[in-house]
């Protein structure tokens, strides 16, 4: 059976594969769709990260294709519904680098509430700017988590070990769940209206798609921070970015946008004097994490097909 691989994968789990696959990498196919339409259909298994667009104008040229890996969690980038109706099976990496990104959201909460970002700039620039500077503690603040997952009960256990409170936004969890992470589940508007710092753990979807606006930061009450390490989309950048101008919002963080790279036209607005933390979608991305979500694909693709 054939394996492709489209993005980067931790070594050792490509050489396991290659024991028991015919296996190629080729990182170019994963901005290369037209060219990925025409190979396709010689693979039996795709392995992409976020960037490979896995659309149904893709998946309609494939023949033998069985496997989807995806090294990561979210599966926007992948025609879901099209590889459920054609018995493709798709494998996201769960849970794998969770620790990854909770790690990111709290040294962000922290460093924002510190101002790091501005008085780094400013005493880089050889400026002294040590008491008109006013930093915050995360100890009492109240952690607004939209999404209780995996990723969303790290967050809340970490900040947690600060004293900081935890309420949080999530349809699909249970209360009693989220009492056992000492976090009381809100409504959304309750969540936007109480929180310091907002972390969203949410996936794309049409629901959640432009979720951050002008009307949703209206209801935000005491000028929080927003950190955002899971879809660019559930943002609208433009909205946020003049919600700092206007002092609606303290801070700010991304580490995904709504077009990636991030677009000119947004990073022209940014300036080097905010209070924000921008970063390339590499929150869920460290040497161990890699590791992890390599072997964890994997060992998904050997158990599916010894079957």
């Not at 922290?110 to 970002?117: D, G, Q, R, V």
């Not at 349809?171 to 508007?189: G, R, S």
């Not at 209801?219 to 921070?225: G, S, T, V």
Request: glycine letters at 4%; charged letters at 20%.
């Amino acid at each position: 059976m054939k394996i492709l691989i489209t993005e980067f994968m931790e070594g050792k789990s490509i050489e396991i594969l290659k024991t028991k696959f015919d296996v190629t990498f080729d990182q170019d196919l994963s901005n290369n769709p037209s060219k990925l339409k025409k190979i396709i259909s010689n693979f039996d298994i795709l392995i992409v990260r976020n960037k490979t667009q896995v659309k149904k104008e893709v998946l309609e040229n494939t023949t033998n294709l069985k496997f989807i890996g995806r090294l990561g969690v979210g599966l926007d980038n992948i025609d879901t519904e099209y590889c459920k109706n054609n018995n493709i099976y798709v494998q996201p990496a769960t849970g794998m680098n969770a620790d990854s990104v909770a790690e990111y959201v709290i040294n962000s909460a922290l460093s924002l509430l510190k101002n790091i970002p501005i008085a780094n700039t400013e005493t880089q620039k050889g400026n002294w700017p040590r008491n008109s500077i006013i930093s915050r503690e995360l100890k009492d603040k109240t952690i607004g988590i939209l999404g209780f997952g995996l990723i969303g009960r790290k967050v809340a256990k970490i900040s947690q070990i600060f004293d900081a409170n935890v309420i949080a936004f999530d349809p699909y969890v249970d209360q009693n769940i989220a009492k056992k992470f000492k976090t009381k589940l809100e409504t959304l508007e309750n969540v936007l209206n109480n929180s310091h710092v907002i972390s969203l753990h949410i996936p794309l979807t049409q629901e959640t798609n432009n979720l951050i606006n002008n009307e949703s930061i209206k209801l935000m009450k005491k000028k929080p921070i927003i950190i955002n390490s899971s879809r660019g989309g559930i943002i609208n950048e433009e909205h946020l970015i003049d919600a700092y101008l206007n002092n609606q919002i303290s801070g700010f963080a991304l580490d995904v946008f709504q077009n990636e790279p991030v677009q000119h036209n947004i990073l022209e607005k940014i300036n080097p004097t905010f209070n924000c933390i921008i970063t390339p979608h590499n929150a869920g991305v460290t040497e161990e994490s890699n590791i992890r979500v390599s072997q964890f694909i994997a060992e998904s693709i050997i158990t599916y097909f010894k079957k």
